[in-house]
C-alpha cells in the first residue's frame, strides 16, 4: 500500500519488506509490508470466497504479521472490483460428510476472527463490494471498517438450512444482538448506511478512489501513533472474548452437526438448482 503521506514521519524507520504471496486452493494470499504498514490481500476467482486452506492461510498471516515488531498497523483487503467476500467455499460446504469434516470447515472463519482480535495492532478492513456470511464476520473483527457507498451486506445461512453460528458472536458485538437477529433472520440485503448507522462500516466513501485515501492516510497516522498506547486500546475493545476459543469451537460443531441433517441438504440442494 502507498503511505507516501507518512514518509515525513518515518525518515528513522523507512523500510519495505519484498511482497510475500502464496497460491492455495485457487486464491491467493499475499503481504506487503511498508513504513510499518502491512497490507494483506486475499483473493479467489469465485467471488473472493474462502476455502478452507486460504482460510487457514490467512489466519496464520495475519497471526504471523502480528508478531512482528516493524508493524505497526494491518490493512486487510480483498482483490477485484467485485465482491469484498463471498464468505466461505459453498463448493467444500456441499461436500462435508462428517461431524468433524462439519467443523473443520466452519472452523476457518474462527480462525481468521481470533487472530484479528487477538493481534496486538490495529486491524483495518477495506470493503469495496459485497459481503456474505463469514465476510461479514470479518468486517466485524476489524477495529475499524471502511467501505463504498455500493457495498451492502447479507447473512444468508438460513436459507440454505444452517446459521450464522461461528460469526454470530463477533457480529453481533459490533451492531448489537437486536440487529444481528433481524439480519439473521431475514436474510435480505443491508446497504452501506445502514451498516455504517449500526456500526459495522465506520466510514462510508463514494468510491474506491476516496475510500483508498483515507485508508492511506488513516494507516500512516495510525503507524507513527504510539504502538503501546494503540495495543492497550485494543485490549480494552475486545475485553469479554478470552473465552471465544472455546465458544466459536463450540459454534463450528454445531454447524458441523447442522449440515449433515436432511432438511439442511435438501435446503442445499434447493439452493444450487436456483
Known sequence: ???????????DMEHRT????????GGEVAVDISNGVATIRFSHPKGNSLPGALLQRLAGTIAEVGRDPDTRV??????GTGPFCAGASF???????????????????????????????????RVQGRTAGGGIGIAAAADYTFAVR???????????GIGP?????????????????????????????WCESHGLFARV???????????DTLAATLAA????????????AWQGTEAWDALLAERARMSGTLVLSDFTRQAIARFKAK
Do not use: C
Not at 519484498?18 to 486452493?25: D, E, F, L, R, T
Not at 466513501?205 to 485508508?215: F, P, V
Open 18 to 25: 519484498p511482497v510475500q504471496s502464496a497460491s492455495v486452493a
Open 225 to 236: 501513533s504510539n504502538p503501546e498506547a494503540m495495543r492497550q486500546m485494543k485490549a480494552i
Open 91 to 125: 463448493d467444500e460446504l456441499v461436500n462435508i460428510s462428517t461431524p468433524d469434516e462439519g467443523e473443520l470447515f466452519f472452523s476457518g472463519f474462527s480462525r481468521v476472527i481470533l487472530a484479528m482480535i487477538r493481534s496486538p495492532q490495529f486491524v483495518i478492513v
Open 205 to 215: 466513501h463514494e468510491d474506491t478512489a476516496a475510500m483508498d485515501q483515507a485508508i
Open 150 to 160: 455500493s457495498a451492502s451486506v447479507k447473512l444468508s445461512e438460513l436459507a440454505v
Open 74 to 79: 494491518i490493512v486487510l483487503r480483498s482483490d
Open 1 to 11: 500500500m502507498d503511505v507516501a503521506s507518512g514518509k515525513d514521519v518515518f525518515s
Open 165 to 193: 453460528f461461528v460469526v454470530g458472536p463477533v457480529i453481533a458485538r459490533r451492531v448489537g444482538m437486536g440487529p444481528f437477529m433481524a439480519m439473521s433472520v431475514d436474510a435480505d440485503w443491508r446497504d452501506a448506511a
